[in-house]
């Protein structure tokens, strides 16, 4: 465990119900997330949750977003808080902090980035859905604004499992530390 857990965050990354029903088999994930937050709050490290979402009818989103667009035209009708919910079995506790992006990055389109300074954070611990998009875009982007970065391999998941394999054993570790939640916690 890192010494200085004060200037530290765990980024529990777009853990909504939606998105984990897009995903076969996520009692794993959720499971092994809600161990690193367990984790985090016993050690006193702040723990922020970031989530996707859109306004109402979701203008954010172009039609020349390949990613977003086909989500704006099935969430026309339906309700975007619904949508936007963290999983009960990962849920905030009263008072952590819920930062809302509009694209992939977790910085793209929210105030995360105010946040940490705010509070001081330096090293992020990443986990989430999904591997080669919310983490590989906050990994990048973090790496380029020099904060130091943990990802929890096992607290994160992909739709392809040979994609979260290639970049947790080869893309991650030339910008950030690959650990196990196990290795984390010791």
Not at 19 to 46: C, F, S
Not at 49 to 61: D, K, L, S
Not at 134 to 141: D, M
Request: with cysteine.
């Amino acid at each position: 465990m890192e010494p200085n857990k004060q200037n530290t965050a765990l980024l529990v990354m777009d853990m909504q119900t939606a998105i984990l029903g897009m995903l076969p088999a996520t009692h794993a994930i959720a499971g092994n997330v809600a161990k690193a937050i367990a984790h985090a709050r016993k050690e006193k490290i702040q723990v922020i949750y970031v989530v996707v979402g859109f306004r109402t009818g979701a203008p954010e989103v172009s039609e020349n977003n390949k990613s977003f667009s086909g989500i704006k035209t099935r969430m026309l009708g339906g309700n975007m808080e619904e949508f936007m919910k963290v999983d009960t079995s990962v849920a905030p506790a009263a008072g952590e902090i819920i930062v809302t992006k509009r694209r992939v990055s977790a910085f793209a389109g929210s105030d995360l980035e105010v946040v940490l300074r705010a509070q001081g954070i330096q090293h992020m611990i990443l986990s989430g859905i999904a591997t080669s998009g919310v983490v590989l875009s906050t990994l990048r982007e973090a790496a380029d604004k020099d904060y130091r970065i943990t990802v929890l391999a096992d607290c994160c998941a992909d739709g392809d499992e040979e994609v979260h394999r290639v970049l947790t054993t080869k893309v991650f570790p030339r910008q950030a530390d690959v650990v196990t939640f196990e290795e984390w916690s010791k």
